[in-house]
């Protein structure tokens, strides 16, 4: 888990401007409409909805802005089609890249892809270079300085999480896609905070990064995520802690 759940410990500790904001809320509405379109307006019976709504709260979007999203999905207001797409590639040091996106022109979202890669590294691969060296999984990110750990443990675990670890400040939930919600419900229910939670391609092995490669692949996915065609970019890279603190400078 050391490339996504380290990246998202970076994101976090870095100063959030209105621009990021404003690009952030485009992908949140995008994936709302996607979703409602897949399976309704309804999130009480639409999970895949219900966890874009979250995620739109998490970044204070207003609701009219999330409701308009779900009604251009179920076809109650006239919007974009957009196409639910993956690429896969190589960065510096061979870290494995695996980004899902949305896009309502492909020809356009694979060439600044391509163009994001070769200026900073790395390649862009063929379909499944990469994704079998990922897992699907939900990931729960919690605050580990406002829970005691082995406490935490035993609550995740009770719930049906498959594995809990730690990386610098958080806990790192990790559950099949089956329960992620179930997981989700049951720590709220015992007063748990979720910093946030998603449905990840979490890594099954890691690639060690040295200093040099470590920043280079961190600018990489950063120019990637920057796209507003891209959804969200995964990677298997570790990274020692001092170079991650320097990078988080």
Same mark, same amino acid.
């Given at each position: 888990?050391?490339?996504?759940?380290? +990246?998202?410990?970076?994101?976090?500790?870095?100063?959030?401007? /209105?621009?990021?904001?404003?690009?952030?809320?485009?992908?949140?509405?995008? @994936?709302?409409?996607?979703?409602?379109?897949?399976?309704?307006?309804?999130?009480?019976?639409?999970?895949?909805?219900?966890?874009?709504?979250?995620?739109?709260?998490?970044?204070?979007?207003?609701?009219?802005?999330? !409701?308009?999203?779900?009604?251009?999905?179920?076809?109650?207001?006239?919007?974009?089609? %957009? @196409?639910?797409?993956? %690429? &896969?590639? %190589?960065? $510096?040091?061979?870290?494995?890249?695996?980004?899902?996106?949305?896009?309502? #022109?492909? #020809?356009?979202?694979?060439? @600044?892809?391509?163009?994001?890669?070769?200026?900073?590294?790395?390649?862009?691969?063929?379909? #499944?270079?990469?994704? +079998?060296?990922?897992?699907?999984?939900?990931?729960?990110?919690? /605050?580990?300085?406002? %829970? !005691?750990? !082995?406490?935490?443990?035993?609550?995740?675990?009770?719930?049906?999480?498959?594995?809990?670890?730690? &990386?610098? !400040?958080?806990?790192?939930?990790?559950?099949?896609?089956?329960?992620?919600?179930?997981?989700?419900?049951?720590?709220?229910?015992?007063?748990?905070?979720? &910093?946030?939670?998603?449905?990840?391609?979490? $890594?099954?092995?890691?690639?060690?990064?040295?200093?040099?490669?470590?920043?280079?692949?961190?600018?990489?996915?950063?120019?990637?995520?920057?796209?507003? /065609?891209?959804?969200?970019?995964?990677? #298997?890279?570790?990274? /020692?802690?001092?170079?991650?603190?320097?990078?988080?400078?």
């Amino acid at each position: 888990m050391a490339g996504h759940s380290k +990246w998202k410990q970076i994101k976090r500790k870095k100063a959030v401007t /209105d621009s990021k904001r404003a690009s952030s809320w485009t992908k949140v509405i995008r @994936e709302i409409t996607v979703a409602a379109r897949a399976g309704g307006g309804d999130p009480g019976g639409n999970p895949r909805l219900r966890t874009a709504i979250d995620a739109a709260r998490a970044v204070n979007m207003p609701h009219e802005n999330i !409701d308009r999203g779900i009604k251009k999905g179920t076809g109650e207001l006239e919007g974009s089609l %957009y @196409e639910e797409l993956t %690429y &896969e590639g %190589y960065g $510096p040091g061979g870290a494995a890249v695996f980004i899902e996106a949305t896009t309502d #022109n492909p #020809n356009r979202t694979v060439a @600044e892809i391509r163009h994001g890669f070769s200026r900073n590294g790395g390649n862009l691969g063929a379909t #499944n270079s990469v994704a +079998w060296m990922f897992d699907r999984k939900g990931q729960i990110l919690l /605050d580990a300085n406002q %829970y !005691d750990e !082995d406490k935490t443990l035993e609550l995740a675990l009770e719930t049906g999480a498959e594995d809990f670890g730690r &990386e610098g !400040d958080q806990y790192v939930v990790t559950t099949s896609p089956n329960d992620f919600h179930a997981v989700q419900d049951a720590l709220r229910a015992k007063g748990i905070v979720l &910093e946030s939670a998603e449905l990840a391609m979490v $890594p099954k092995n890691t690639v060690k990064l040295e200093k040099s490669d470590a920043e280079k692949i961190l600018k990489l996915i950063e120019v990637l995520e920057d796209l507003d /065609d891209v959804s969200k970019v995964f990677s #298997n890279f570790d990274i /020692d802690a001092a170079d991650l603190a320097e990078a988080e400078a």
